[in-house]
């Protein structure tokens, strides 16, 4: 071994399980006086050995017909698959790259009373939904996107609320409820009823 190497004698150090690469040579110099001086020598350039992939992958992860680790359906991104060691010297692989594609979520202060978004709800990435009035306001709709390729749940769809108005109806005009909705003479506008 290395341990006890006398002057000008030269020993070999290699990689050791689960680690490969090129041996190197350890060296005591041939004038060497010292005995507690260490060999002279390169670390080794050694590479973790994991096992070959096989099926089932993680969710999320594929392989392509080339036998390429790649994002699976429903994920984006690039797949990279890096081989660690556990303090166990145990070798094994991981995943990661590949993020899920999820819905755009519905905005929380949106004014149910005015805007039915209905159409919204888990709109996908790269989706167009419309965006109208509840009788008995009316007004434009407007469109509400969700960006392509969207991987963040709490992302709010880009939408610009459409313009409702409401004209009381003659029999509303005392402040009568009709069917879930009640007149607010104050702010000249009709809000949700007790219980809607």
Same mark, same amino acid.
């Given at each position: 071994?290395?341990?006890?190497?006398?002057?000008?004698?030269?020993?070999?150090?290699?990689?050791?399980?689960?680690?490969?690469?090129?041996?190197?040579?350890?060296?005591?110099?041939?004038?060497?006086?010292?005995?507690?001086?260490? #060999?002279? %020598?390169?670390? !080794?350039?050694?590479?973790?050995?994991?096992?070959?992939? /096989? &099926? $089932?992958?993680?969710?999320?992860?594929?392989?392509?017909?080339?036998?390429?680790?790649?994002?699976?359906?429903?994920?984006?991104?690039?797949?990279?698959?890096?081989?660690?060691?556990?303090?166990?010297?145990?070798?094994?692989?991981?995943?990661?790259?590949?993020?899920?594609?999820?819905?755009?979520?519905?905005?929380?202060?949106?004014?149910?009373?005015?805007?039915?978004?209905?159409?919204?709800?888990?709109?996908?990435?790269?989706?167009?939904?419309?965006?109208?009035?509840?009788? #008995?306001? %009316?007004?434009? !709709?407007?469109?509400?996107?969700?960006?392509?390729?969207? /991987? &963040? $749940?709490?992302?709010?769809?880009?939408?610009?609320?459409?313009?409702?108005?409401?004209?009381?109806?003659?029999?509303?005009?005392?402040?009568?409820?009709?069917?879930?909705?009640?007149?607010?003479?104050?702010?000249?506008?009709?809000?949700?009823?007790?219980?809607?």
């Amino acid at each position: 071994g290395c341990s006890s190497l006398d002057p000008g004698e030269t020993c070999e150090i290699s990689c050791s399980g689960p680690y490969d690469g090129e041996s190197v040579t350890a060296t005591c110099p041939s004038a060497n006086t010292n005995a507690s001086k260490p #060999p002279t %020598f390169l670390m !080794p350039q050694c590479v973790a050995q994991c096992p070959e992939l /096989t &099926d $089932p992958f993680p969710e999320g992860y594929a392989r392509n017909e080339d036998n390429e680790t790649v994002c699976a359906d429903g994920f984006i991104g690039t797949a990279v698959v890096l081989c660690n060691v556990s303090s166990a010297c145990a070798p094994f692989n991981v995943f990661q790259g590949c993020a899920k594609l999820v819905p755009c979520a519905l905005p929380l202060d949106y004014d149910e009373c005015q805007h039915n978004m209905t159409n919204c709800s888990n709109m996908v990435g790269g989706g167009q939904c419309q965006v109208t009035c509840v009788v #008995p306001f %009316f007004g434009t !709709p407007t469109n509400a996107t969700c960006p392509a390729g969207n /991987t &963040d $749940p709490d992302r709010v769809i880009a939408w610009t609320p459409p313009a409702c108005e409401c004209t009381p109806m003659p029999t509303n005009a005392t402040g009568e409820a009709v069917r879930g909705y009640m007149w607010n003479s104050t702010f000249s506008v009709w809000l949700c009823d007790d219980g809607y």
